[in-house]
């Protein structure tokens, strides 16, 4: 069965820290895969999406993410938090018209 | 554009009440979602459409029903509301399936005493 876990449900860091946000995946044949960010009391917001090609894929406000084919890992990551990132993240794997999410992992960034 | 636009923001229903959620887009996407999403949860996927006349059950159907008469409109009706339908309720749009994100729209806060 196709499927998305993130097996963190916080993370915490510093301002200035790099962050990494876990995102592992099920599926067979090739993944699309992306980042969602909520802020409180607001829709979903699409950060970045791997469909092919680089492993590296830039976001929006900074982040990217990494694709691992031989992990099936798709972490997402930024080099420098703001606390202006703390919100929850959402990993989410395509699946036949819909998306499948992840149970999300709420980030903290303390000053 | 004003993108994916929900409304009520919030609403209070006593067991056993009806109501419709509605859910417009004005972005010409052929694909729309019902989603659902309880405290420290993710989202569950209620019902879809990939175009006006169709749509499909996802994850959790029972308790709903959608109709997809028009491109840019998919209601969402709840019958004989309980309380396990407290929730809040997110209305998402795109383009085409595949590599194309899902725009989301505010949310509705929906309570059921």
């Known amino acids: 069965a196709q499927s998305v876990a993130q097996p963190e449900d916080q993370v915490n860091v510093a301002e200035g820290n790099p962050l990494t946000v876990k995102c592992t995946y099920s599926v067979s044949g090739n993944p699309y895969l992306f980042w969602y960010v909520q802020y409180p009391n607001r829709g979903l917001q699409f950060l970045l999406k791997y469909i092919t090609g680089d492993n590296l894929v830039k976001g929006s406000y900074g982040f990217e993410a990494e694709f691992n084919k031989s992990q099936t890992s798709f972490h997402l990551k930024k080099p420098s938090a703001l606390v202006s990132d703390s919100a929850l993240y959402f990993c989410?794997?395509?699946?036949?018209?819909?998306?499948?999410f992840g149970t999300g992992t709420r980030l903290q960034v303390f000053p | 554009n004003a993108g994916v636009t929900q409304t009520p923001k919030f609403r209070i229903l006593k067991i056993g009440q009806s109501m419709t959620l509605q859910c417009a887009q004005d972005m010409n996407h052929n694909y729309m979602y019902w989603y659902r999403q309880d405290p420290g949860m993710g989202l569950k996927l209620i019902y879809y459409?990939?175009?006006?006349?169709?749509?499909d059950k996802g994850e959790v159907p029972n308790g709903y029903n959608v109709s997809r008469s028009t491109t840019e409109d998919f209601p969402l009706r709840l019958e004989l509301a309980a309380p396990s339908q407290t929730s809040v309720y997110f209305c998402?749009?795109?383009?085409?399936?595949?590599?194309?994100?899902?725009?989301f729209g505010p949310g509705t806060r929906l309570t059921v005493l």
């Open positions: 459409s990939v175009g006006a006349g169709i749509t």
């Open positions: 989410a794997l395509y699946n036949t018209d819909k998306l499948i």
């Open positions: 998402a749009s795109s383009f085409l399936a595949g590599g194309n994100e899902q725009f």
